[in-house]
Structures are given as structure tokens and as C-alpha cells.
């Protein structure tokens, strides 16, 4: 059971974590994951992948770039950490 890779796990651990780069290294902005979905999304199977909607907010264009870029960043530590690999796929944007 060690070497199972459970997508659910990697996603808390950037849920946190996006948590954490908004209220210590970013003050000025707002960044939540508003939206998880599981695959397969039963409750007695580790889920595969993990669909996250993450959104963001910065006063200006370069420190919502920068927020972005730090995000991201982690969110590949933490797929990483867990085994998992990561897709990004861009919803939308528009500037501040």
C-alpha cells in the first residue's frame, strides 16, 4: 500500500499550501482553490486525479504574475512529493 499514489493527498497539500504563500508572502492578494473534483470520486477508491480550481487576485499585473509563478511552482513540488504528475490548464484571466 506504500506505493500508491493518492491524488487527494498531493491536493491538500497544495490547498494548504496556497494558503499559506497568500497570507505569509503575498498579503495584498487573495488566492483559494474554490472547486476540487476526485476521480473516480468513491468513497472506498484512492482517487487517481484530482481537478482543482485555483483563483487568484493581486492589486497589479506583475505581482499577479509573480503569485502565479509561485503557485505553480508548488503545486509541481507537491505533485512531485506524492508521485503524481500535474496538468495545468488555464480557465480564464483578466488583469486586476
Do not use: W, Y
Amino acid at each position: 500500500m506504500a506505493d500508491r499514489r493518492d491524488a487527494a493527498q498531493g491536493a491538500s497539500a497544495f490547498t494548504l499550501a496556497v494558503r499559506e504563500i497568500a497570507t505569509k508572502d503575498f498579503v495584498e492578494c487573495v488566492a483559494n482553490v474554490g472547486d476540487a473534483r476526485f476521480v473516480p470520486g468513491a468513497l472506498n477508491i484512492v482517487p487517481a486525479q484530482v481537478a482543482l480550481v485555483l483563483e487568484m487576485r493581486a492589486p497589479d499585473e506583475a505581482t499577479l504574475e509573480e503569485l502565479e509563478r509561485r503557485l505553480l511552482a508548488r503545486a509541481q513540488v507537491e505533485a512531485e512529493q506524492f508521485g503524481l504528475a500535474l496538468e495545468v490548464e488555464r480557465l480564464g484571466g483578466h488583469g486586476p
